[in-house]
């Protein structure tokens, strides 16, 4: 999607690039976040703690804020059996994120196969707090 399509819906301006601690902030806090699809590099390396990209560094530093936080993994099974991916779940978790896996969220689909047309969206936005 075109940025100038995201400031039109949103009305406000979309940050892309890390902003230095001497830039004004221009975005209100959020009331939530959702990180979805989170695919299974994204999901260790944020349990991990890294900040390497912009999106990263905002949810790395959600965790010490005082934000829900709502994540909907995206992956496959073999991806899933990996022992990282159990332990950063666990991780994530601990930290108060709440992870959507399992019936009542996203449940790995095998190697080769799309779940996307069937990828749980509404169990995401229900987990989502109720905006103020």
Known sequence: M???TLLH???RPIRHEFRLPSQENLLPPP???LVAPLSANTLNKWAAGHADALALG???EAIGLPIPIVALP?????QAAHPAIGRSVATLREA????LLGPDGFTPHPPGESTLRTYPW???IDA????R
């Open 2 to 4: 075109h940025l100038g």
């Open 9 to 11: 819906l949103t009305g």
């Open 31 to 33: 009331n939530a976040i």
């Open 58 to 60: 905002l949810i790395t």
């Open 74 to 78: 995206h992956y496959n099974t073999a």
């Open 96 to 99: 108060g994120v709440n992870v």
């Open 122 to 124: 509404q169990a995401a």
């Open 128 to 131: 989502l707090p109720t905006p």
